[in-house]
T-cell receptor, first 117, second 115 residues
Framework: GNSVTQMEGPVTLSEEAFLTINCTYT??????LFWYVQYPGEGLQLLLK?????DKGSNKGFEATYRKETTSFHLEKGSVQVSDSAVYFC????????????????FGTGTRLLVSP | GAVVSQHPSRVICKSGTSVKIECRSL??????MFWYRQFPKQSLMLMAT?????????EQGVEKDKFLINHASLTLSTLTVTSAHPEDSSFYIC???????????FGEGSWLTVV
């Protein structure tokens, strides 16, 4: 079945460091790919997404490119801030239940990012 | 922006008792809500899809008699863990699909500890 594999955290960085959180997936067909972020005490929020191969999703300085050839969707940011400390989840859409118009999400384990001043 | 509120955020209950977790969409209507569970070092796993006014659809391997889902209104879904056991201790999180679009909003999650 479909699955998502993320690097295990926590990832600990100093402010202004470069961030990469690896994500690879296994899926049949052509899923959409997502990164969600969960700040302390809050719900998951959609950070960015890509719906087809070679698409690049970007938001708040974060980027991820849908690489079909390597089945990857790595999250990157050039200069992290303390406020980026959170748990990041990679996910893909599972297109079961197409008649509902909703794509069920398959998540990775989440990667905690800790950014120190 | 749209908000989904989950309550309680943390709960401890005794083995054999039942515990209810609420998921509310605060400023939008949601015919469809979802319940996920995450064990330590594992992925968020979809447990069931909750549909207002009808029975929930459970994922394979999830006991529907143990995890009772009620979606009685367009803004509220509840998950009741019946006869809880320590192995039910987990992080439970809900999400709601806005009826006015295809956007999904997540709650803050609930930590359940069964002692």
């Amino acid at each position: 079945g479909n699955s998502v594999t993320q690097m295990e955290g926590p990832v600990t960085l100093s402010e202004e460091a470069f961030l990469t959180i690896n994500c690879t997936y296994t899926a049949t067909g052509y899923p959409s790919l997502f990164w969600y972020v969960q700040y302390p005490g809050e719900g998951l929020q959609l950070l960015l997404k890509a719906t087809k191969a070679d698409d690049k999703g970007s938001n708040k300085g974060f980027e991820a490119t849908y690489r079909k050839e390597t089945t990857s969707f790595h999250l990157e940011k050039g200069s992290v801030q303390v406020s980026d400390s959170a748990v990041y989840f990679c996910a893909l859409s599972d297109r079961r239940g197409m008649n509902t118009g909703f794509q069920k999400l398959v998540f990775g384990t989440g990667t905690r990012l800790l950014v120190s001043p | 922006g749209a908000v989904v509120s989950q309550h309680p955020s943390r709960v401890i209950c005794k083995s054999g008792t039942s515990v209810k977790i609420e998921c509310r969409s605060l400023d939008f209507q949601a015919t469809t809500m979802f319940w996920y569970r995450q064990f330590p070092k594992q992925s968020l796993m979809l447990m069931a899809t909750s549909n207002e006014g009808s029975k929930a659809t459970y994922e394979q391997g999830v006991e529907k008699d143990k995890f009772l889902i009620n979606h009685a209104s367009l803004t509220l879904s509840t998950l009741t863990v019946t006869s809880a056991h320590p192995e039910d201790s987990s992080f439970y999180i809900c999400s709601a699909k806005s009826d006015s679009g295809n956007t999904i909003y997540f709650g803050e999650g609930s930590w359940l500890t069964v002692v």
